[in-house]
């Protein structure tokens, strides 16, 4: 059986910080407001020179150093994003231009649960065995489209990028089940109108128009706490673990009350669950490996521990992932696949064959 380990991580976020305080200067608001609804303090801002593409870049290479390979090595690239700098090409284009290489490379839609599904998705090429070697980033510049005299969404959002390196492996690491959905018909609860190659009339288009996010916040809230539930325990049956046996949860950061009620579903205390929504805010697909990279740097994750990733988003969408951490060495020149049992498995199946 072929598994895709997780053997780098990286994370990037954009120097500017909007605090609380400077939204009470902005908005009718207040730090005790956000912090008691949300857990968000402060969150993270593009500067005029940042992009969805120089977050990724940064992220990706950090995953590619710890990982030990380079981007000539990777056999594909996906990048989960709502937010490309250009539709035409896709991000993951933009971002192998800066990394070199030649890999397959395409993007993935799915909002804020974009990350988990394109790990996923990575994670099928490489069970399937036509890859071995594969970088998935989750990128999101959601602050570009945030209406900063809209004190219900502008409190909520920051920016950043995360990426991880996906090799093949035949021990029991990465992703061990898998689960996704989405609800087409809420789509409404949380969108960008106008974001796209369909812009109705009534939007009354000219050049400088830059369109505005938009989120129905209460059912956004109603949606998460089951969906992100419900998707968790999922996860964790299917991987045919019991909650007991998960180490730590990794949720998408979006309100702390969400994440609580998560954790509650799988019977998990506070301290199992990763939070940084307070520095960071939603940064949409970033949220999980930013958050990722952060739990193994304070040295909270170690080989062999079973993670659980879950997130909800836009869609409206969900998706949840047991992991497991680690276990795979250092890189060496081949994939960490035996092909042992296969060469035997072969070589079996011939000899019968010539032997009847
Ligand atoms: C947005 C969210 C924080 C609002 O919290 P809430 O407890 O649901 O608050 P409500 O929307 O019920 O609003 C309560 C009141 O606070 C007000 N309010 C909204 N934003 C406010 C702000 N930033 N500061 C102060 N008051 C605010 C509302 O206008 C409302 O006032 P009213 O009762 O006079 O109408 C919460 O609904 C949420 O987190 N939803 C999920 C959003 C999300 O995660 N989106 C991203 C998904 S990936």
Not at 17 to 38: F, H
Not at 130 to 140: E, F, H, N, T
Not at 313 to 338: E, F, T
């Amino acid at each position: 059986m072929r598994y895709a380990a997780i053997t780098g991580w990286g994370m990037s976020v954009p120097e500017r910080v909007l605090t609380n305080a400077d939204l009470e200067k902005m908005v009718d608001t207040s730090d005790e407001w956000i912090l008691s609804r949300t857990g968000i303090r402060e969150r993270r801002m593009v500067g005029p020179d940042d992009s969805t593409t120089s977050l990724s870049v940064a992220a990706a290479t950090q995953a590619l150093e710890r990982s030990g390979i380079t981007a000539s090595d990777l056999d594909l690239i996906v990048v989960a994003t709502c937010t490309p700098d250009q539709f035409l090409v896709s991000e993951a284009c933009l971002v192998q231009a800066e990394l070199g290489g030649t890999a397959a490379a395409f993007d993935l839609g799915a909002a804020c649960a974009g990350f988990v599904y394109a790990l996923s998705t990575a994670t099928q090429f490489i069970q399937a065995g036509l890859y071995d070697r594969v970088l998935v980033i989750g990128a999101d510049t959601l602050t570009r489209f945030v209406d900063y005299s809209d004190r219900s969404t502008c409190i909520l959002f920051g920016d950043g990028a995360g990426a991880v390196v996906l090799e093949a492996t035949n021990e029991p690491r990465g992703t061990l089940s898998t689960v996704l959905g989405a609800h087409g018909e809420g789509y409404k609860h949380l969108y960008i109108p106008g974001w796209g190659a369909f812009v109705p009339e009534s939007a009354g288009i000219f050049p400088e128009y830059r369109p505005f996010l938009q989120m129905n916040g209460r059912e956004v809230f109603r949606f998460a706490v089951t969906a992100m539930g419900d998707a968790a325990v999922e996860a964790v049956e299917r991987a045919g673990l019991e909650f007991g046996d998960i180490d730590m949860l990794i949720p998408h950061q979006a309100n702390l009350r969400i994440i609580d009620a998560a954790a509650r579903r799988l019977d998990l205390s506070m301290d199992k669950v990763w939070v940084n929504l307070d520095k960071y805010g939603n940064t949409s697909a970033a949220s999980i490996p930013i958050a990722l990279f952060e739990a193994e740097q304070a040295g909270k994750i170690k080989d062999g521990d079973n993670l659980v990733f879950v997130a909800f988003g836009g869609g409206l969408a969900w998706a949840a992932s047991v992991i497991r951490w680690g276990g795979v060495p250092k890189h060496s020149d081949q994939p960490h696949v035996s092909e042992t049992p296969v060469d035997e498995a072969v070589a079996t199946a011939i000899g019968a064959e010539r032997s009847s």
